[in-house]
C-alpha cells in the first residue's frame, strides 16, 4: 500500500462512482497525491493502482473516516451528489475534521443550496455545466474545446476564422474588432500551446487559439468566417 507524503498539496475523493474516478484519475495524472475512499471494495480496487492510496470506508462514519488521515488534506471532493444524506454526512465530517477546502457534487439546484449550508466551500452540478458547454460549443463549428470561467466569460480554443488567415495579431487587433483576447496559439505542427504570441506573428489556417471572450463572441463566430 502506498503511504500519502507531507511534501505536495492533498486531495482526497469520497465516492468512487463515474464523477469521482474521474477527479482522482485526473488528478492523479497530473502528480498530485490522492486518498480515495468508497465503502464499495470494487470501486476502491479499480482505483488502486493509480492514486496514492484507495482504501474502503464508510464515509459517513465520522471515526471511519479519521482513521483514513483524511484531516492532512487540503482538499476534498464529494462525490455522491445523488445521494442527500449521505453527501451531507460526508461534509459535516469533514469540516469536523478540519479538512480545509470542501467541493460537493450535487444533482440539481436544492441539493446545491443544502450542501453550501452544511459547509462546502464549492458546490458543482456537472451534468449542468457540461451541457452549458456542449450547447455553446454547438452554436459554432470552429470551437475545439471551452472552459466556462463564470456567466458571462469562457476561455476558448478555436479553429482559426478564415478571415483571419495571413493576418498579424497587431493587424488583426481582435481585442478592439472583435472583443476577444488571444491568449495562446496552438500550432500544427507540434501540438503545443504557446502563450503570450507576439504581436506580429502571422496566423495559419491551420492555428489553433486560445481566447478569452464574452458570450456574445458564440454569435459572431460563424459571421468572422463569412468576412
Known amino acids: ?10 486531495y482526497a475523493v469520497l465516492g468512487l462512482g463515474v464523477f469521482g474516478s474521474t477527479v482522482a484519475k485526473t488528478l492523479s495524472k497530473y502528480d498530485c497525491e490522492v486518498l480515495a475512499l468508497d465503502i464499495d471494495i470494487k470501486c476502491v480496487n479499480r482505483l488502486a493502482d493509480m492514486v496514492t492510496q484507495a482504501m474502503q470506508c464508510d464515509i459517513t ?3 471511519q473516516l479519521r482513521a483514513t488521515g ?6 476534498a471532493i464529494v462525490g ?8 451531507v454526512l460526508a461534509i459535516i465530517n469533514l469540516k469536523e475534521l478540519e479538512v480545509p477546502y470542501v467541493v460537493a457534487k450535487a444533482k440539481n439546484k436544492r441539493y446545491m443550496q443544502i450542501f453550501s449550508s452544511v459547509g462546502a466551500n464549492r458546490v458543482v452540478r456537472p451534468e449542468k455545466e457540461m451541457g452549458r458547454v456542449v450547447a455553446k460549443s454547438l452554436l459554432s ?3 475545439v474545446d471551452m472552459i466556462d470561467i463564470d456567466d458571462e466569460y469562457s476561455m476558448v480554443e478555436l479553429e482559426t476564422p478564415l478571415s483571419w488567415v495571413g493576418k498579424s495579431l ?7 474588432r472583435y472583443g476577444v483576447n488571444v491568449l495562446g496559439i496552438r500550432r500544427p505542427q507540434d501540438k503545443k500551446l504557446s502563450m503570450s504570441p507576439d504581436a506580429d506573428y502571422i496566423i495559419d489556417a491551420c492555428d489553433h487559439l486560445v481566447v478569452i471572450a464574452d458570450a456574445d463572441m458564440f454569435a459572431k463566430l460563424d459571421e468572422f468566417n463569412k468576412i
Open 141 to 143: 463549428n470552429n470551437i
Open 61 to 63: 462514519d465520522l471515526e
Open 170 to 176: 497587431k493587424e488583426l487587433d481582435a481585442r478592439r
Open 1 to 10: 500500500m502506498k503511504v500519502l507524503k507531507r511534501t505536495k498539496k492533498q
Open 80 to 87: 455522491m451528489g445523488n445521494h442527500l444524506e449521505e453527501t
Open 70 to 75: 483524511i484531516s492532512d488534506c487540503d482538499v
